[in-house]
């Protein structure tokens, strides 16, 4: 039985131990708060994250790093992207030279403009073949429940990924393999903010032509940076792609959708903030360094620079959809 580390007990991590643990791993949590490790090794539960959710006896927690990846074969990063750079600084001198790390992160660091698998081979120092990503449709709550699902491990080391496929394959989770990590990552964090700009219509009582053209044209404009910064344009119709974007745009249970649902509302970010229950929306920050790197590849996303002025520019929702509708016509 492999031993697997997931770094962060929060909801997807959670989710992913439980994965993990079915596929037949002995999984070991990294929790920050000790009443979490808690209730994962009393209660075989994480009440916070995920209420009602049983989890495997083969799942257990701590809040010490040292204990949690002793021995460990495989890491699974279950941070939010914007603290995972400061998370494995203390974590990397207790990373074993040949462990593989696979992160769960969908967003764009501040600041650098980096992918989370970036930032993991530059804190971690390791080649790009041993950093795997998993992306896909996948909320939290859906997959801990056992619903079918499926999702993409992406790694340029294609035996590897097939390693990790086989280690996360469930009755119910269905891992595809892809090579395209650029485009894995670009889906992710790009899918979040278009999320945000659905769950905005929604909030303004805009209905579903309004919904699916975001969608289509949030599509457009995130395959166009992906494929500027590498990506191959078919991972956009993917999983990884078109699929996590039907699911975050469209979920109530998406953090990102909701969390704009409540900014089109009228609620400002500090009330919509107090609402996510401590959970991540990724695309409220990563919204940011997405518009920085689509100036920088020379790209036009009109959609995430709408989010962006809503969200940190005091932009008004409804002068924003106005203007957007204005744009000058364009082929499709
Ligand atoms: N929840 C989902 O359905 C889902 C699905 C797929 C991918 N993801 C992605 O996985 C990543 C983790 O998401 P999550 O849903 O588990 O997030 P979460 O907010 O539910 O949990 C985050 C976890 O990270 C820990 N953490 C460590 N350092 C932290 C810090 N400085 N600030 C805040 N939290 C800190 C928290 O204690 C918590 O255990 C995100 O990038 C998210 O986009 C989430
Ligand atoms: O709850 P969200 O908005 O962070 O989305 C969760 C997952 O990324 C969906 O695949």
Same mark, same amino acid.
């Given at each position: ?44 539960c994480?009440?916070?994250?995920? +209420? ?24 699974v ?18 990373l074993? +030279? ?23 081979? $530059? ?23 056992g ?20 280690? !996360?394959?469930?009755?119910y !989770? ?18 979040? *903010? ?15 032509? %309004?919904a ?8 457009? $404009?995130?395959?166009? &940076? ?8 078919? %991972? !956009?119709?993917?999983?990884?792609? &078109? ?15 909701? !969390?704009?649902?409540?900014l ?23 919204c ?10 020379? *790209? ?33």
């Open positions: 039985m492999a031993r697997i580390a997931v770094m962060g007990a929060g909801s997807w991590g959670t989710a992913v131990g439980k994965v993990l643990a079915d596929a037949g791993s002995e999984v070991v949590m990294w929790a920050r708060r000790e009443e979490a490790a808690d209730d994962i090794n009393t209660n075989h994480n009440g916070k994250y995920l +209420p009602g959710v049983v989890l495997p006896s083969a799942v257990s927690a701590s809040t010490d790093p040292a204990q949690v990846l002793d021995g460990a074969e495989e890491v990063l279950a941070v939010p992207s914007q603290t995972l750079r400061a998370n494995l600084e203390n974590w990397v001198d207790l074993a +030279p040949n462990i593989g790390v696979i992160s769960l992160a969908k967003g764009i660091e501040t600041g650098t403009l980096m992918r989370i698998s970036e930032v993991v081979a $530059e804190v971690a120092g390791l080649p790009e073949g041993q950093i795997a990503v998993l992306s896909g449709p996948n909320l939290a709550r859906e997959v801990a429940e619903q079918p699902a499926a999702t993409v491990i992406a790694c340029t080391d294609a035996a590897r990924a097939a390693r990790l496929q086989d280690a !996360f394959s469930t009755r !989770f269905r891992p595809y393999t892809n090579n395209d990590v650029v485009g894995c990552e670009i889906g992710g964090a790009t899918k979040n *903010v278009i999320a945000l700009v659905c769950g905005i219509a929604s909030g303004m009582g805009l209905g579903d032509n %309004t699916a053209t975001l969608v289509t044209r949030g599509l457009a $404009e995130s395959t166009r &940076l992906g494929v500027a910064l590498g990506a191959s344009q078919t %991972t !956009f119709a993917g999983l990884a792609g &078109l699929g996590d974007l039907v699911a975050t745009c469209t979920s109530p249970l998406s953090r990102n959708r909701t !969390f704009g649902e409540r089109g509302r009228g609620e400002t970010l500090e009330q919509a903030q107090e609402a996510t229950n401590g959970q991540v929306a990724e695309g409220v920050k990563s940011t360094s997405i518009v920085e790197l689509s100036h920088r590849a020379g *790209v036009e996303m009109p959609l995430t620079e709408a989010v962006h002025e809503i969200c940190h520019e005091g932009g008004n929702a409804v002068e924003v959809a106005v203007r957007l509708m204005r744009r000058s016509t364009k082929p499709e």
